[in-house]
């Protein structure tokens, strides 16, 4: 089904819920909103082919603006407003924007980034934004009646640029009629279980592919999706008992900010409506989600894939406590590793993560780098590193480019980034490049983030030094166990 349809059938239900300010727009409001958006756009000159884009923190507007892309043939590029204003202006330039949204919470990276990639057409969305023309008011006067000549866009996301600038990911427009549901998402929700009693709690930034994939397929399936304003653990906890959601879309970083909370915590609230906890942006340790499955039960079901939509790796609770560490079996695709010759290897054997057979896509003005992802056979890659078991179960290390060599030893930050994070006074990490001393090349290290406390003073570091070094023991008996098993 199609938001167009619950709007018909069930106009009074919850599309979309603010978490924290509990604005509620309902499906009957969504679509009068998209419809009078279309019209507007149009009024303006944009036609099927043309990019708009969205520079805004998790807003209750986010979504109408979206669907009333998807359903004028239209691109949609949303823009994190955590970037710098280089980075904003360069998605901005590179994907042709024709029109950007924003709101007053980014007006200062909105200004400046729309002026360097002379964006011709800017809306404020809820406030004012020196130069900018308030979408309210422009849309107030526009018909509620669908454009006449409707035909179905697509998002036009942009990845994380991990190596280099990001990268655009744009593919041709789909055929049929607006109300078609594009094949990812019918797949997403039969996978997942969406339907019309979905409630969909999205905690991360909806301007992340996640936000916005998931919160489309609940909008497909007639569900409600609850957003958060802001991530807190403990208001996590409470948001799902509140609303009884059903189905919850996190990261790891989520995960580790949740069990951090004590257990008296943990257990005040009633999460009993949980039926699935989904993650796959990003590598989750193995501790974590142990840990996390503990908690709740065998409820969390990871996924593997990219922006660029290749291929699709799945596994539920009870296969990964099989295959520990493992990120699934291909779902869309067929899995291959390869070595640096570009010949595959064998069972066991660490390289690069190709899939076969998925969807073909390319970067967006860079065909360089298109032709890089692929191999003569028609392979494509997302830069993983990983490996296949004797059951076709697919266990990644790091990214290609973030592997460092020392010594002949392939040594992957985000193994040590996990171990760090098991760690109770730890509260995150990343990753940062770095040049060596004695070997005059770069490495990246991972710096961690303390609890405020005296953990701060030596002492404190001399007790977590020895913690790190039990932890990289066991990952690298792990690390043995796993490939004897796999081989």
Not at 127 to 143: K, L, W
Not at 197 to 216: C, D, E, I, N, Q
Not at 355 to 376: H, S, V
Not at 388 to 410: C, E, K, P
């Amino acid at each position: 089904m199609h938001p167009k349809y619950w709007a018909e059938t069930t106009p009074e239900k919850s599309a979309v819920v603010m978490a924290s300010s509990g604005e509620r727009i309902t499906y009957g409001e969504l679509d009068l909103r998209c419809n009078r958006l279309a019209q507007l756009l149009r009024a303006r000159g944009l036609r099927p082919g043309d990019v708009i884009a969205a520079l805004m923190e998790n807003h209750p507007r986010f979504f109408e603006i979206f669907w009333a892309a998807q359903r004028s043939g239209l691109y949609f590029t949303p823009i994190s407003w955590r970037l710098k204003t280089a980075e904003a202006a360069y998605i901005l330039e590179n994907s042709g924007a024709a029109a950007l949204f924003s709101t007053p919470h980014c007006a200062d990276l909105a200004a400046a980034a729309a002026e360097l990639a002379h964006v011709p057409m800017r809306f404020s969305v809820g406030g004012n934004i020196a130069g900018y023309e308030s979408y309210e008011e422009a849309a107030a006067s526009m018909p509620v009646s669908p454009i006449k000549d409707e035909s179905l866009g697509r998002d036009l996301l942009y990845s994380s640029g991990t190596t280099g600038r990001p990268k655009g990911i744009r593919n041709a427009l789909p055929d049929g009629k607006v109300s078609t549901i594009p094949p990812v998402m019918a797949f997403m929700s039969g996978l997942y279980g969406f339907d019309q009693t979905t409630v969909f709690l999205t905690p991360t930034p909806v301007y992340h592919a996640s936000g916005l994939r998931y919160g489309m397929v609940a909008g497909h399936a007639g569900g409600t999706n609850i957003v958060m304003e802001q991530f807190d653990a403990e208001r996590a906890l409470a948001i799902i008992e509140e609303f009884r959601v059903t189905h919850l879309g996190a990261v790891p970083t989520l995960f580790v900010r949740l069990l951090k909370l004590p257990m008296e915590i943990r257990e005040r609230y009633d999460l009993s409506s949980l039926k699935m906890v989904l993650h796959g942006t990003g590598p989750c340790g193995r501790d974590v989600k142990q840990a996390m499955i503990d908690w709740l039960g065998p409820m969390l079901y990871e996924n593997y894939g990219g922006t660029e939509g290749n291929g699709l790796c799945a596994i539920d609770s009870k296969e990964w406590m099989l295959h520990p560490g493992s990120v699934g079996r291909a779902v869309v695709g067929r899995l291959h590793i390869l070595g640096p010759n570009g010949k595959e290897l064998p069972v066991g054997k660490e390289g690069v993560v190709y899939f076969e057979g998925g969807p073909r896509f390319e970067y967006y003005g860079d065909p360089q780098k298109t032709r890089e992802a692929y191999t003569p056979e028609g392979w494509s890659t997302l830069g993983d590193i990983g490996c296949l078991d004797g059951d076709g179960y697919l266990y990644l290390t790091d990214r290609q480019s973030h592997m460092i060599i020392s010594g002949g030893v392939n040594i992957y930050p985000q193994e040590v980034e996990d171990l760090l994070l098991c760690h109770p006074k730890v509260r995150g990490s990343n990753r940062r490049a770095a040049r060596g001393v004695r070997r005059g090349c770069e490495s990246r290290c991972a710096p961690a983030r303390y609890e405020p406390s005296r953990t701060r003073a030596r002492s404190g570091i001399d007790r977590f030094l020895p913690f790190a070094y039990r932890q990289l023991q066991m990952s690298a008996l792990r690390g043995l166990f796993r490939r004897s098993a796999a081989a």
